[in-house]
């Protein structure tokens, strides 16, 4: 009895002090974070006072790297004073963004709050469009991305490619916001990027071993097809008049409160297919969901999509969408480019008006 008691009290103290430790780790870096950001104010002000740039990183940046080494050991390189410097300039033209505003938690000197590692800053200085930067710091903070998850979601493009799926005033909330989840096309993006598959392109893959790669790296595909996603089953059954189908993946969104069911289609889709996903969403819709719940979506992922084909066959309101998918990582600097035409065009428009 006493043991089993000093089990329990022991294991409450650990998680206390485990908790703690995690605190007082946070507050640390983000105290650096602050750190970093006012060595580069004081960079760049003795530098606007004194010479040109280039004379100024060989001289006296090395000059106050050995200093600092001497009186605080390693860390302070001149690359590690170069990168303060940077990081200030990129963040010091930034307004706070509403969403992070704590005043207790602001630096009094840099009026910003900053949510992230220095290493996550170190990532989103290199990202040079100042929106997709806000649109992954707030991202990185609100799902806990790891460094590597944040290199691999600005690597694959997601910013462009969500923001290729919305309208013109999406895209500004992206920015703002991060990504919202309200309706069913917020959770679309094009395209779907699987290059964690390690599957190459170019070799011929069945449907199944298409499924079997996915579950074998579910994680990563639920954190690519984006926020709120949960796993339920994979090839769900469900009778329908003495018949059996088969699903190929059932998610789950609780941020849109329904079920996902995605089917997986290696060939040029049809309407067949279509038709198909459609008495899947029916079926879920009348037997499955509770009356809390909201419609059922339906996901055709599939190497080709064909939107005019998806247009004929459903009805407008149809809560299915045919969704293109890629295994390799898409070509960044074309997603940019057509990002900016869509936007130019959109910015046309309204001029005309």
Not at 93 to 118: G, M
Not at 305 to 319: F, G, M, S
């Amino acid at each position: 009895m006493i043991e089993a008691r000093a089990e329990q009290l022991a294991d409450r103290i650990e998680s206390l002090i485990t908790e703690a430790r995690k605190k007082v780790a946070v507050a640390a870096n983000t105290a650096m974070v602050y750190a970093y950001y006012e060595i580069g104010r004081y960079i760049v002000e003795d530098e606007q006072g004194g010479k040109a740039r280039a004379e100024y990183g060989k001289g006296i940046l090395k000059s106050v790297s050995a200093r600092l080494t001497l009186h605080l050991g390693k860390g302070w390189s001149v690359d590690t004073l170069e990168k303060s410097r940077r990081f200030f300039l990129i963040y010091s033209k930034s307004a706070t963004p509403q969403r992070f505003l704590a005043h207790d938690e602001i630096s009094a000197t840099s009026q910003r709050k900053f949510v992230l590692t220095w290493n996550h800053y170190q990532i989103l200085t290199h990202v040079d469009n100042s929106d997709a930067r806000s649109f992954y710091e707030i991202e990185a903070f609100r799902q806990q991305w790891s460094t590597r998850q944040l290199q691999r979601q600005i690597g694959s493009g997601l910013y462009e490619r969500l923001a290729l799926s919305r309208d013109k005033d999406e895209v500004m909330r992206l920015a703002t916001e991060g990504q919202v989840i309200e309706k069913p096309t917020d959770i679309i993006k094009d395209p779907l990027v699987l290059e964690f598959l390690g599957l190459k392109p170019d070799a011929s893959y069945s449907e199944t071993s298409l499924e079997s790669a996915i579950i074998s790296r579910l994680q990563d595909f639920l954190l690519e097809m984006g926020k709120g996603f949960l796993f339920e089953a994979r090839q769900k059954r469900f009778t329908f008049e003495e018949r059996h189908f088969y699903v190929d993946l059932v998610l789950y969104n609780r941020l849109l409160q329904c079920y996902v069911l995605v089917d997986l289609k290696m060939d040029d889709l049809t309407h067949q297919d279509l038709g198909q996903m459609q008495m899947y969403v029916n079926y879920y819709d009348r037997y499955v969901k509770e009356d809390f719940e909201k419609p059922t979506i339906g996901i055709l992922l599939c190497e080709r999509k064909n939107d005019a084909l998806v247009e004929l066959t459903l009805p407008k309101d149809a809560n299915i969408y045919a969704q293109q998918y890629a295994l390799c990582l898409p070509d960044k600097a074309l997603l940019q480019q057509k990002l900016s035409e869509w936007i130019a065009e959109f910015k046309e428009k309204e001029d005309e008006v």
